[in-house]
């Protein structure tokens, strides 16, 4: 009989209640108890530290497919990593923490979270060490290293998809064309994987270098007078500082493409969770579930050739590029980004859409 807690941290995404409701699912099974944390470590932040204990009612599976998160994801006022460290208290906030994983009992702890909580999770890790740590990876932005996918990403893709299949509707009746910009942070997965889906005129990401005039000349090349080129928000051009799609659609519009831009903002991170990202978080649940029964720990679950498996999240921290923590001071994060022999660069560049310069 094990005693598990389990909390999603940093930004949400769909598929957060699905992994939630399959951990309580298998767990009762093994005939565990599952404390949820509510609102990551927040939640571990108070005293008593704001907990449920699960019962096969709480998180029903009809709500399984919605997003949001039913622990929720934290406040941004509250005590945590960023707020703690700009006002120098890092050193009582992780002994809080601590405290309260001691106070409650726990024999493991499944951390559902993105690459900046796993890289916390990692260069804190002193703080987890009375629980075994299982991390989950979860985000949209698809950029954590070690594993080809993430919970969230699947259906922050198809929302992408339905919004430009909305957008390309109205493109036709006005001749023009809509730049859109996607989330991703630094990463231009989200961005590659839509944009190929759709089937855009150009995809820009920040792995890749482009030119204006090219991308210019690209469009009024096409058959066709409307259509949508993905902007990725880590994309940075030189000279200029905002919104990437708003300066290249003011460049566009200079160069006389006729063109509005386009935010589905954080409609990415909603949507009703789609099979794939149900299938990888149910197999992420059972995997996690698995690492627990075998006493692992400081582990993340990892999506690799077709399988899911555990990965030590030392591997995890030193596969990535580490980068400063662009909040946290004296921290690093481990990132992946998308790679040069992403197979999907081929394919969209025999597919006719413009990704940038070529060397
Ligand atoms: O990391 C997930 C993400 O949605 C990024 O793609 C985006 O840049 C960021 O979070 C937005 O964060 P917030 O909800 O705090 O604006």
């Known amino acids: 009989m094990k005693r598990i807690g389990i909390m999603t941290t940093g930004g949400d995404c769909s598929g957060l209640n699905t992994v939630t409701e399959r951990v309580v699912t298998g767990a009762m099974?093994?005939?565990w108890t599952v404390i949820g944390i509510m609102d990551g470590t927040d939640g571990l932040c108070t005293t008593p530290p704001r907990t449920i204990e699960f019962t096969p009612d709480t998180l029903p599976i009809e709500c399984a497919r919605l997003a949001g998160s039913y622990l929720h994801n934290g406040h941004a006022g509250a005590l945590n990593y960023e707020t703690a460290a700009?006002?120098?208290?890092?050193?009582?906030?992780?002994?809080?923490?601590?405290?309260?994983?001691?106070?409650?009992?726990?024999?493991?702890?499944?951390?559902?979270?993105?690459?900046?909580?796993?890289?916390?999770?990692?260069?804190n890790r002193d703080i987890y060490s009375d629980v075994a740590l299982v991390c989950i990876p979860k985000t949209i932005d698809m950029d954590v290293p070690l594993t080809d996918n993430t919970i969230g990403f699947d259906?922050?893709?198809?929302?992408?998809?339905?919004?430009?299949d909305q957008l390309i509707l109205t493109a036709r009746s006005?001749?023009?064309?809509?730049?859109?910009?996607?989330?991703?942070?630094?990463?231009?997965?989200?961005?590659?994987?839509?944009?190929?889906?759709?089937?855009?005129d150009a995809i820009l990401i920040p792995e890749i270098k482009f030119d204006i005039d090219e991308l210019v000349y690209h469009i009024q090349e096409q058959h066709r007078d409307y259509g949508i080129i993905l902007v990725?928000?880590?994309?940075?051009?030189?000279?200029?500082s905002g919104r990437p799609a708003d300066i290249i659609s003011r460049k566009l519009t200079v160069a006389g493409v006729i063109n509005r831009t386009a935010y589905p903002e954080h409609?990415?991170?909603?949507?009703?969770?789609?099979a794939s990202d149900r299938i990888l978080a149910?197999?992420?649940a059972n995997t996690a579930l698995n690492a627990i029964d075998n006493n692992?720990?400081?582990?993340?679950?990892?999506?690799?050739?077709?399988?899911?498996?555990?990965?030590?999240?030392?591997?995890?921290?030193?596969?990535?590029?580490?980068?400063?923590?662009?909040?946290?001071s004296g921290m690093r994060t481990s990132n992946a980004y998308v790679s040069p022999d992403n197979p999907l660069l081929d394919v969209a560049y025999n597919m006719g859409i413009y990704i940038g310069c070529e060397s």
């Open 296 to 328: 692992e720990t400081f582990v993340m679950t990892a999506y690799q050739d077709g399988q899911c498996r555990t990965v030590a999240l030392s591997e995890f921290f030193a596969a990535g590029e580490l980068a400063a923590d662009p909040k946290i």
């Open 155 to 164: 259906t922050a893709v198809e929302q992408i998809v339905s919004f430009c």
């Open 267 to 274: 409609i990415q991170r909603a949507g009703d969770t789609v």
């Open 174 to 200: 006005h001749h023009r064309y809509f730049v859109v910009q996607t989330m991703g942070r630094d990463c231009g997965n989200l961005a590659l994987n839509a944009g190929v889906a759709f089937g855009a």
């Open 29 to 31: 099974r093994r005939g």
């Open 282 to 284: 149910t197999s992420m």
């Open 86 to 123: 700009e006002s120098g208290r890092l050193d009582e906030f992780n002994k809080k923490i601590r405290q309260s994983l001691r106070a409650l009992k726990l024999d493991a702890l499944i951390l559902v979270g993105g690459n900046g909580s796993l890289s916390l999770a990692w260069e």
């Open 232 to 240: 990725a928000e880590g994309v940075k051009i030189r000279g200029h």
